[in-house]
């Protein structure tokens, strides 16, 4: 079912474009803190989260940008300093990808930002219904699947995650082959599917809205593959080596925000069904919710030297 959002939070997203992109930036901080880049791979529920930290950096009066890539992209741009901050690493799922620059010290595990997610293979309600309900049914109806796995894009964590019980034949799933899809991609193969009642197996991954968009289920026994309740993963913040001796404040900063469930679902919802921009979005939710502030910004400061969630507050034109 499609979430429908009050006429007042309508007209906040519509407002806010012009708050968020045409007010002026400024940072008089460490030159090197000026620019704050964050790399994204783009899902709606990571964007999020890398939205909220775009609309708050931008009322702190630093130059936030989102660049979006793949994970091993983002990784290696951390380690090679050309970007700042990723606040969209799943663990234990993106472990293996982690592990080397965790060795060599190129990165830099700040906070747990999100916890309680999930991250595995799904079924649509026409695959449960020809009795698809655990990693070991999937083989047995190969043909209606069309011999077909949907992941996440090529080279994520996921894909790679998916590609192991082919390889590895888990499951016997052998026979079968994966197709790397965008997040749209896979919304629109399940909106394709419901309306064919064809059977669909795919990763999924909760929160996001397809989890109350459509009828579908996560599949028990891949406990091994994508870890235990349904490869549930807490999201953490990591950042490039040497950010935190230079900017004590953005540290800070960074290691405050954390998020919930709720709230992150919430702005993927204005995302979807009222196609806004996700840093627009995000301030639409964080405006009806200005509580959420005080402990995101609590002793961080304005690039100018000011009091942080007072300058926020009036980037964001809520009442002081």
């Known amino acids: 079912m499609n979430i ?21 930036l400024s940072a008089d901080t460490d030159p090197r803190c000026r620019t704050v880049r964050m790399g994204t791979v783009g899902w709606l529920d990571a964007g999020a989260s890398s939205s909220i930290a775009h609309a708050l950096l931008l009322g702190l009066g630093y130059n936030a940008m989102i660049q979006r890539i793949s994970t091993p992209d983002i990784l290696a741009s951390l380690k090679n300093e050309d970007l700042d901050v990723f606040f969209e690493l799943m663990i234990p799922t993106m472990g293996d ?8 010290n190129s990165v830099e595990l700040l906070t747990k930002n999100l916890a309680g997610t999930k991250y595995s293979l799904a079924a649509n309600k026409s695959a449960n ?27 994520s964590d996921g894909h790679q995650l998916v590609q192991k019980l082919i390889d590895q034949n888990l499951f016997n799933l052998g026979t079968f082959k994966v197709a790397p899809v965008s997040e749209s991609e896979l919304i629109a193969k399940l909106t394709a599917s419901t309306k064919s009642d064809s059977a669909l197996v795919f990763l999924g991954w909760e929160p996001h809205p397809m989890n109350i968009r459509y009828d579908l289920s996560f599949l028990p026994g891949g406990e091994a593959v994508f870890g235990e309740n349904f490869g549930g993963a807490d999201v953490y913040t990591i950042i490039r080596q040497g950010l935190s001796g230079m900017c004590p404040n953005l540290i800070q900063f960074l290691t405050n925000l954390r998020f919930k469930l709720a709230l992150i679902n919430e702005i993927m919802t204005g995302i979807l069904d009222l196609n806004a921009r ?23 400061t304005h690039a100018n030297g000011q ?11 809520l009442d002081q």
């Open 97 to 104: 990808q982690l592990r080397p620059y965790l060795l060599d």
């Open 4 to 24: 429908v959002l009050p006429a007042k939070q309508r007209l906040i997203l519509i407002g806010l474009v012009f708050v968020i992109f045409s007010s002026p």
């Open 307 to 317: 009091n942080g969630l007072r300058k926020v507050k009036e980037f964001l034109g």
């Open 129 to 155: 219904n020809i009795g698809i309900r655990h990693f070991n049914d999937i083989s047995s109806f190969s043909s209606e699947l069309g011999h077909t796995i949907y992941s996440s894009e090529y080279g």
């Open 278 to 300: 996700p840093t627009v979005a995000a301030v639409a939710s964080i405006r009806q919710q200005p509580d959420l502030l005080k402990p995101w910004l609590e002793n961080i």
